[in-house]
T-cell receptor
């Protein structure tokens, strides 16, 4: 079955440290891939997306992600964490089995940032 | 552009009661999606519309659930004879279906608690 998997339900970093949130997809045909962020009691906000073209994608708030077809991955990174980055992050794919029309989400990774 | 809005933001109901949620998409968006998010999980697709037509329904959408988008603008999601397992955040999203990879913009969600 085609799916999106996020490794690690919680990631803790210190302020200023590198942020790395992992996402892998399972699909014979590469999906379109998205990272969303969700702050408490709010909806999801798009951070960045990969559709076609350049595999390194830059998003808002200093985040970026690289699509690696050989590794079926789309990991999210940020060089230096901010306290305001503490939130839940969701990787999602528009997969071929849904006609690319709906999103399949990972279970989410809660990012905790300590001073 | 005021974004996607949802009403109510919170709903507490007793088991067996019917509830109805409303979603107003971004005005020019022709696609509208409903997702459900339970604690510790990513959003799961329920159904989506293109204009007035309901194009796809998930197996998660039991017979107690019905969604409409009568004039291709706002949408309603009704749950009949609610059960405790229906307690979740119900998210609405909209997009402009020009390409397969169009971004879905999410509303703040309606949090349902069934007692």
């Amino acid at each position: 079955a085609q799916s999106v998997t996020q490794l690690g339900s919680h990631v803790s970093v210190s302020e200023g440290a590198l942020v790395l949130l992992r996402c892998n997809y399972s699909s014979s045909v590469p999906p379109y891939l998205f990272w969303y962020v969700q702050y408490p009691n709010q909806g999801l906000q798009l951070l960045l997306k990969y559709t076609t073209g350049a595999t390194l994608v830059k998003g808002i708030n200093g985040f970026e992600a690289e699509f690696k077809k050989s590794e079926t991955s789309f990991h999210l990174t940020k060089p230096s964490a901010h306290m305001s980055d503490a939130a839940e992050y969701f990787c999602a794919g528009a997969l071929m089995n849904s006609g690319y029309s709906t999103l399949t989400f990972g279970k989410g990774t809660m990012l905790l940032v300590s001073p | 552009d005021t974004g996607v809005s949802q009403d109510p933001r919170h709903k507490i109901t007793k088991r067996g009661q019917n509830v109805t949620f409303r979603c107003d998409p971004i005005s020019e968006h022709n696609r509208l999606y409903w997702y459900r998010q339970t604690l510790g999980q990513g959003p799961e697709f329920l159904t989506y519309f293109q204009n007035e037509a309901q194009l796809e329904k998930s197996r998660l959408l039991s017979d107690r659930f019905s969604a409409e988008r009568p004039k291709g603008s706002f949408s309603t999601l009704e749950i009949q004879r609610t059960e405790q397992g229906d307690s979740a955040m119900y998210l609405c999203a909209s997009s402009l279906a020009r390409h397969e990879w169009e971004t879905q913009y999410f509303g703040p969600g309606t949090r349902l608690l069934v007692l």
